[in-house]
Nanobody, 126 residues
Framework: QVQLVESGGGLAQAGGSLRLSCAGS????????MGWFRQAPGKEREFVAA????????YFADSVKGRFTISRDNARNGVYLQLNSLKPEDTAVYYC???????????????????WGQGTQVTVSS
């Protein structure tokens, strides 16, 4: 059984930072490209960032480019999202997800991911 568990969310002030972690089990996520998505209240889920299975490519939504970074530690089966220069509009539940096919390119499309974590809340106060 594949499980993805996010952690690291919380409350931050505008301009602050948080680091989200995603721990995988039941699947060697080292073989899968991974993504982070977020969903704010009353809004649709949106792509935030993705990282190719080998870390060779990273992709970001325009709204977070230059502020967020994504990384992975395949030895630890973990994926991380560093959130810097936070804004109130970054407030959302953040989800990590694993692409459905191994050795994929990485994608911003939610339908390309088959396993999702339960989410971690990020709240940014102004």
């Amino acid at each position: 059984q594949v499980q993805l568990v996010e952690s690291g969310g919380g409350l931050a002030q505008a301009g602050g930072s948080l680091r989200l972690s995603c721990a995988g089990s039941g699947r060697r996520i080292s073989s899968y490209s991974m993504g982070w998505f977020r969903q704010a209240p009353g809004k649709e889920r949106e792509f935030v960032a993705a990282i190719r299975w080998n870390g060779a490519a990273k992709y970001f939504a325009d709204s977070v480019k230059g502020r967020f970074t994504i990384s992975r530690d395949n030895a630890r089966n973990g994926v991380y999202l560093q959130l810097n220069s936070l804004k109130p509009e970054d407030t959302a539940v953040y989800y990590c997800a694993s692409e459905r096919r191994p050795y994929g390119m990485g994608s911003s499309a939610a339908e390309e991911y088959d396993y999702w974590g339960q989410g971690t809340q990020v709240t940014v106060s102004s």
